[in-house]
Every structure is written in C-alpha cells, then in structure tokens.
C-alpha cells in the first residue's frame, strides 16, 4: 500500500463528509462516486486479490446505500448494499484465517470472544426487536442476525490472526474492531434511534477501519 493511495482515499473520503451538507447542489451521482472511491483506491493500493475483492465490494455497498439513502427508504439498493458488505466481511474473516493456516493451535482469548458477543448482542437486541415490532419484516430481522453473526467472525479472526502474527496483524485487528463499531452505529442509527451527528461517526470509522485493514499484510511464515 503506498502513500498515494492512502492520501487519495483520505482526501475524498473527508471531501465527501464535508459537501454532504450540500447534497442538492450535487445530485446522488456525484456522492455514489465520491462515497466509493477511497475503497476503490485502497483496493487497487493492495497485491492480496482476497483482500482487494473485499475493498471493492465495500464499495459496491457505498454505491447501494447511498442510492438507497437518496430514496429515503428501505429498496432494493438497502439489501444489494448490506449483501455486499456481509460478503466483505466474510473475505476479510478468510484473509486473516489464512494467516495462521500453520498454527493451528492459536487460540482466541474468552475475554475477547465475551467482549465481542456482548457488544454485538447489546446492538442486535434492539434494533431486531424495533423491526419486528414496527415493521415486522422478520426477513430483515434474520438478516441483521446474520450480519452480526459474520462481523462477529471477522472480528474473531482478525483476533487469532494478531496473536499468531502480531507485528503484521495489529492493523487488521484495530480496523476489524473499529469496523464492528461503524457498523454497530449505522445499524442502532438506522433500526433503532436516531444518533447526533451519525453520518460522521459511522464513515469516520469506517474510512479509518478500511485504512487500517488494507495496512495488514499476509506475513511471511519464515521471518515468524
């Protein structure tokens, strides 16, 4: 990953928050662009094709959500969106797998098998019972439980991953968790509550979590 492509996704990913503001003055094109691109850049800054696939299909869910926001409801776009992010996660989870494929042994800490199942139970226990409640699209409810479950073994993986390398795998374990926070934010934002200030919480830490996954890289099992 160079310098280059970093300040690039940077540079439009804090261009995108600034003219959000002045959405009417752009049109959905432009945000669809901008809001993918520092996926697009990052993907195209990493050699691993696992983990590039997953950068750029964290951009196909740019583009689909944006679309979907600029409907102003639930569409078509809000379940390519989350399924291109669902997808995401579970090639992240098998590139950071493929770190420790020879140490077999490493184990993931019950602390922190306990610390991410609560976190995400105290995330999914209100916004699946608001939908089922309000809207009762138990489809939707089973999608959330099943976008939490592959977050969760992301979250896990990028764990094992650290302790088995933990000077390539500190990044990946940092972005993984910091991702797991965007994404709790949009989803309690979303089917829950309103959230001040949510739309700078949830692409801040989601811009900072692709940065810091696209950092990672496969270690080299001699140099171990």
Same mark, same amino acid.
């Given at each position: 990953m160079s310098t280059l492509h970093e300040l690039i996704a940077v540079v439009t990913g804090t261009? /995108?928050?600034?003219?959000w503001n002045f959405y009417d003055s752009f049109g959905v094109e432009f945000f669809v662009c901008i809001k993918?691109? *520092?996926?697009?850049?990052?993907?195209h800054g990493?050699?691993?094709?696992i983990l590039r696939m997953g950068l750029f299909l964290c951009a196909c869910g740019d583009a689909f959500l944006e679309v979907d926001d600029s409907q102003?409801?639930?569409?078509?776009?809000? /379940?390519m969106g989350l399924l291109s992010f669902l997808s995401a996660h579970l090639l992240?989870?098998?590139y950071f797998n493929s770190f420790h494929a020879d140490k077999s042994t490493v184990k993931i800490d019950t602390w922190f098998k306990v610390f991410v199942g609560a976190l995400l139970s105290a995330v999914l /226990? *209100?916004?699946v019972s608001t939908v089922l409640r309000f809207q009762g699209d138990t489809v939707l409810a089973?999608?959330?439980?099943? /976008?939490?479950a592959v977050i969760a073994s992301m979250a896990l993986a990028s764990f094992k991953a650290f302790?088995?390398? *933990?000077?390539?795998?500190t990044t990946a374990l940092a972005g993984s968790l910091i991702f797991v926070l965007s994404d709790s934010v949009l989803a309690l934002d979303k089917f829950w509550r309103d959230i001040k200030f949510s739309k700078y919480i949830i692409l801040g830490t989601y811009y900072l979590a692709l940065l810091l996954i696209s950092r990672c890289n496969r270690p080299s099992i001699k140099s171990e």
């Open positions: 261009l /995108y928050l600034i003219l993918s691109s *520092p996926a697009i850049v990052l993907s990493v050699e691993d094709i102003g409801s639930d569409t078509l776009y809000f /379940y992240f989870a098998h /226990y *209100p916004c089973v999608l959330i439980c099943i /976008y939490g302790k088995a390398f *933990p000077k390539n795998c």
